[in-house]
Nanobody, 115 residues
Framework: QVQALESGGGYVQAGGSLRLSCAAS????????MGWFRQAPGKMRDMVAT???????VYADSVKGRFTISRDNAKNTLYLQMNSLKPEDTAIYYC?????????WGQGTQVTVSS
């Protein structure tokens, strides 16, 4: 059974940093597509950043220059380094993986940024 388990969320003041991790288990070969999405209260779930197995990255305009997505293919682990955090970054952050033509989501980790 494929699972994605996020960690690293928490509470931080504006301007601070957090690093999220997502460990994928149950996969028997490389994951070709991984990413982070977020959902704030009362809003849709939006893409934050994605990365392919070859390292191609895409970012939402709202996080460009502040967030960095990366992955360790050997460990099937995805990361999101978040710097210069703003109150509007407050949301539940979800890990997403696409493996064997199917999509899998983690349970989410809360990020709260105080002003």
């Amino acid at each position: 059974q494929v699972q994605a388990l996020e960690s690293g969320g928490g509470y931080v003041q504006a301007g601070g940093s957090l690093r999220l991790s997502c460990a994928a288990s149950g996969v028997s070969f490389g994951i070709n597509y991984m990413g982070w999405f977020r959902q704030a209260p009362g809003k849709m779930r939006d893409m934050v950043a994605t990365i392919t197995s070859s390292g191609d990255e895409v970012y939402a305009d709202s996080v460009k220059g502040r967030f960095t997505i990366s992955r360790d293919n050997a460990k099937n682990t995805l990361y999101l380094q978040m710097n210069s955090l703003k109150p509007e970054d407050t949301a539940i952050y979800y890990c997403f993986i696409r493996w064997a033509s199917r999509d899998y989501w983690g349970q989410g980790t809360q990020v709260t940024v105080s002003s």
